[in-house]
């Protein structure tokens, strides 16, 4: 069973940056992160499949960067020019076999962390 431990996450002004990490306890075919906000629904924000495709949600399209260091088993989430509304908490996913189609199916991902939270104030 793959275990993610996750970090990185905090309070930032309008505008700032934060990197989130996600260390997964196994090889991962597939890492990406989801988000939800307080009476929000889940989405996907981001995920990179081993062969190096990206997905992002068009909403951190240009401020979002997903990266995986596959000998660490770790995957990084750069955020910049962070808004109000990605206050979140921020959820690691990962998989073994593929990344799913679409891969905004959360419940696909045969792993998923604990949660970070990400609050970002005006």
């Known amino acids: 069973q793959v275990q993610l431990v996750e970090s990185g996450g905090g309070s930032v002004q309008t505008g700032g940056s934060l990197r989130l990490t996600c260390v997964a306890s196994v090889y991962t075919y597939c890492m990406g992160w989801f988000r939800q906000a307080p009476g929000k629904e889940r989405e996907g924000v981001a995920v990179r499949h081993l062969a190096g495709t990206t997905y992002y949600n068009d909403s951190v399209k240009g401020r979002f960067t997903i990266s995986v260091d596959s000998a660490k088993n770790t995957m990084y989430l750069q955020m910049n020019n962070l808004k109000p509304e990605d206050s979140a908490v921020y959820y690691c996913?990962?998989?073994?076999?593929?990344?799913?189609?679409?891969?905004?199916?959360?419940?696909?991902?045969?792993?998923r962390g604990q949660g970070t939270q990400v609050t970002v104030s005006s």
């Open positions: 996913v990962a998989d073994r076999r593929s990344c799913p189609i679409p891969w905004e199916n959360f419940d696909f991902y045969d792993a």
